[in-house]
T-cell receptor, first 113, second 113 residues
Framework: KAGVTQTPRYLIKTRGQQVTLSCSPI?????VSWYQQTPGQGLQFLFE???????NKGNFPGRFSGRQFSNSRSEMNVSTLELGDSALYLC????????????FGPGTRLTVT | GENVEQHPSTLSVQEGDSAVIKCTYS??????FPWYKQELGKGPQLIID?????GEKKDQRIAVTLNKTAKHFSLHITETQPEDSAVYFC????????????FGSGTRLSIRP
């Protein structure tokens, strides 16, 4: 079974631009969660989608948004990028949306200059 | 807010020796405690987890212990091998509240040959 895939793997953007990241969960998984990982703040929960509905949202500004499609693939969008948005963005999928047994993708490394 | 403290932040052990990583959590309602291993360039991989109705769980060279009264849980790796070198994260959550998972800050484990 293929694992969680994320595209692109690396991205360089300029302050003020916007970016869209994509995540394809493991086949059959209906829940996708997004996390931001930085050296200073560690792993922080962004939001979770289950069956195309956002079920939980972390403590991030409204510039961070996401969505999930009917095939469970998910995208997250960050508008008006700031230098502090530079991070590894991780996507995790699970079968039912319960927080245990999450399977992470390799992440998208976003650098904002 | 709720938090998870993880110690030590770095750990170097001789190959074949044991390694122990400790975490404490603040949310007394937490009932699910996973451990993740993150290798360079990869996303976190779930290696073992424990639920609040269990005090100890073992899987080959890896074991996790939980003390709910003291709100402590620990990861024990015995007979360490070079491939155990990675960053390890503990986490705590209420599995009835999907995706409200709080991660520790990580421990960088190095195995000396």
């Amino acid at each position: 079974k293929a694992g969680v895939t994320q595209t692109p793997r690396y991205l360089i953007k300029t302050r003020g631009q916007q970016v869209t990241l994509s995540c394809s969960p493991i086949s059959g998984h209906r829940s996708v969660s997004w996390y931001q990982q930085t050296p200073g703040q560690g792993l922080q929960f962004l939001f979770e989608y289950f069956s195309e509905t956002q079920r939980n949202k972390g403590n991030f500004p409204g510039r961070f948004s996401g969505r999930q499609f009917s095939n469970s693939r998910s995208e997250m969008n960050v508008s008006t990028l700031e230098l502090g948005d530079s991070a590894l963005y991780l996507c995790a999928s699970s079968l039912t949306g319960i927080s245990y047994e999450q399977y992470f993708g390799p992440g998208t490394r976003l650098t904002v200059t | 807010g709720e938090n998870v403290e993880q110690h030590p932040s770095t750990l170097s052990v001789q190959e074949g020796d044991s390694a122990v990583i400790k975490c404490t959590y603040s949310d007394s309602a937490s009932n699910y405690f996973p451990w993740y291993k993150q290798e360079l360039g990869k996303g976190p991989q779930l290696i073992i987890d424990i639920r609040s109705n269990v005090g100890e769980k073992k899987d080959q060279r890896i074991a996790v212990t939980l003390n709910k009264t003291a709100k402590h849980f620990s990861l024990h790796i015995t007979e360490t091998q070079p491939e155990d070198s990675a960053v390890y994260f503990c986490a705590a959550s209420r599995y009835s509240s999907a995706s409200k998972i709080i991660f520790g800050s990580g421990t960088r484990l190095s195995i000396r040959p």
